[in-house]
């Protein structure tokens, strides 16, 4: 199994690593009935046969991929073309396809190749030069990573057969909410969404109700639909940060859904606190324009059973200060662990 990878992983590796190095992770070693021929541009190591490195060696272009291969790295190379024919004798086999950090454009992805991998799970074409998704025909597909390309659409529909993608990675492109409309109906077993550094004016449309994480920072958003999070009861992360939000854009209590664990709207315009739930434990609102503390935003009604969550908060850069918090919050914010303030 792979595991899936805890949120708060996901986080360092992508602040640390901005998710690139991402193919650490080995498959679980396969007993082929013996070894399959290797690509000589290539390496298929022994005791893994149906493994075939072909990454970081100058390739500029896909090499024949021989019966019995499963496993296909081609990352760091200078690939720009993908010619016909070269995956035909692993149409049915083909599992993995590792194309990150190449120069692959749309047009010079020949016909015949990527649309006849029937068998596919992860696609990773990420630091490429798309401008279209490239999506295989797999049904079995589980991740797709396309991020840091050109692309400025994804038609509809593109996804509606993909009942295994758990995990859809689109960061840093060109996407408007425009051009996304539609997009994501039809993986209902969708865990992952990044659609951070593109150009969206509100969040994802139609997103799948299994969704847990949704990240959309670095976009234009200004609004948040009300009863956007009521759609999606399994969400527990969800950042917006470093884009347009204002109060206004914010209808009440759009935020205020027990499924939230963690929500980042920092770098923003708000200047009020919204209204979160009791559940929320972790609050990022720095550099936004905030200027007062309202304790109803995090406790309508103060109980010795009826409390806020909240372990971390951040308020820093923005107009406000400790003492503007009132005396009787501790009643609320028992939790709070770390609340920052300058
Ligand atoms: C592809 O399959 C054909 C038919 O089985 C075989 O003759 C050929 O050698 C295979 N090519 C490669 C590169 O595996
Ligand atoms: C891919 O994009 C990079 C950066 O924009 C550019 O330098 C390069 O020439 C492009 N390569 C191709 C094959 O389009
Ligand atoms: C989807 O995943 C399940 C569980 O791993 C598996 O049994 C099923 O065959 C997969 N469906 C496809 C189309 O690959
Ligand atoms: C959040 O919603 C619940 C249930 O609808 C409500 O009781 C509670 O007062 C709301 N919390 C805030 C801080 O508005
Ligand atoms: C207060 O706590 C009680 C008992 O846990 C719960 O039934 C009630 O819904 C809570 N009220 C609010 C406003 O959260
Ligand atoms: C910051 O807060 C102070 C005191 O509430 C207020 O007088 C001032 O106008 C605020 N400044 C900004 C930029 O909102």
């Not at 199994?1 to 949120?7: K, N």
């Not at 992770?25 to 490195?53: I, K």
């Not at 400790?322 to 939790?335: E, G, K, V, W």
Request: overall charge neutral; hydrophobic content about 35%.
């Amino acid at each position: 199994m792979f595991p899936l990878r805890v949120p708060l992983l996901v986080v360092l590796v992508s602040v640390a690593l901005c998710q690139y190095y991402d193919y650490d992770y080995q498959p679980h070693s396969m007993q082929g009935p013996s070894g399959p021929n290797c690509n000589q541009e290539c390496d298929c190591p022994f005791n893994f046969p149906t493994a075939m490195y072909c990454d970081n060696r100058k390739l500029k272009f896909v090499p024949v991929v021989p019966t019995g291969i499963k496993y296909l790295y081609l990352q760091n190379n200078q690939i720009e073309e993908i010619k016909a024919g070269v995956f035909d004798n692993v149409t049915d086999g083909l599992r993995w396809l590792i194309l990150d950090n190449n120069q692959i454009t749309n047009a010079k992805i020949a016909k015949g190749t990527i649309d006849k991998l029937t068998v596919l799970e992860k696609l990773h074409f990420s630091y490429n030069n798309l401008t279209e998704p490239v999506v295989p025909p797999s049904k079995s597909l589980d991740e797709l990573k396309l991020m840091h390309n050109k692309l400025s659409k994804f038609p509809s529909g593109l996804l509606s057969d993909k009942e295994n993608l758990t995990s859809i990675n689109l960061q840093h492109n060109q996407l408007t909410s425009d051009a996304i409309g539609g997009a994501f109906k039809g993986p209902k077993k969708l865990l992952s969404l990044d659609m951070s550094h593109n150009k969206l004016k509100k969040l994802p449309a139609g997103v799948p109700s299994s969704l847990e994480i949704l990240y959309a920072d670095y976009n234009d958003i200004d609004s948040v639909g009300a009863g956007y999070l009521n759609k999606m009861p399994s969400l527990q992360y969800l950042r917006i940060s470093n884009n347009k939000l204002v109060d206004s854009g914010l209808p009440a209590g759009v935020f205020n859904v027990t499924s939230l664990v963690e929500l980042d709207l920092s770098f923003n315009k708000l200047q009020s606190i919204p209204e979160i739930n009791e559940k929320l434990e972790q609050l990022y609102l720095q550099a936004n324009e905030i200027n007062k503390f309202d304790l109803a935003s995090f406790c309508k009604h103060i109980t010795p059973v009826n409390y806020s969550n909240l372990k971390h908060l951040r308020l820093d850069a923005n107009n406000i200060t400790h003492s503007s918090m009132p005396p009787d919050s501790s009643n609320c914010l028992r939790l709070l662990s770390d609340v920052m303030f300058e």
